[in-house]
């Protein structure tokens, strides 16, 4: 059974900086990946960034790209989000998920941090 532990959601300020981590236990990652969803109020979840494990190559999503860094720790399945510069737009619940194939392949979702962005 494949579990989570998310960490690093909360109240942010406006110009400021979060890092979300979350460790996947209970599956081997060769030929997956780790990787953050998010789902703002009202909206549809959007793919935000992966990081392929064996490979380490990554991918942004366009309302993030240029202010988000992910790495990862492969000696214990642990994948970070860095995202800089947040706005209103970033608040959301994010959702941590392992994948096959990025982002239409998601093998297993996490229960979600909620982050809140305040002016």
């Known amino acids: 059974q494949v579990q989570f532990a998310e960490s690093g959601g909360g109240l942010v300020q406006f110009g400021g900086s979060l890092r979300l981590s979350c460790q996947a236990s209970?599956?081997?990652?060769?030929?997956?990946?780790l990787g953050w969803f998010r789902q703002a109020p009202g909206k549809e979840r959007e793919a935000v960034s992966c990081?392929?494990?064996?490979?380490?190559?990554?991918y942004y999503g366009n309302s993030v790209k240029g202010r988000c860094t992910i790495s990862r720790v492969t000696a214990n399945n642990t994948v970070y989000l860095q995202l800089d510069n947040l706005n209103a737009g970033d608040t959301a619940v994010y959702y941590c998920?392992?994948?096959?194939?990025?982002?239409?392949?998601?093998?297993?979702w996490g229960n979600g941090s909620l982050v809140g962005v305040s002016s």
């Open positions: 998920a392992t994948f096959s194939a990025w982002p239409g392949a998601i093998d297993h």
């Open positions: 209970g599956m081997n990652l060769d030929f997956h990946g």
């Open positions: 990081i392929g494990w064996t490979s380490g190559s990554s």
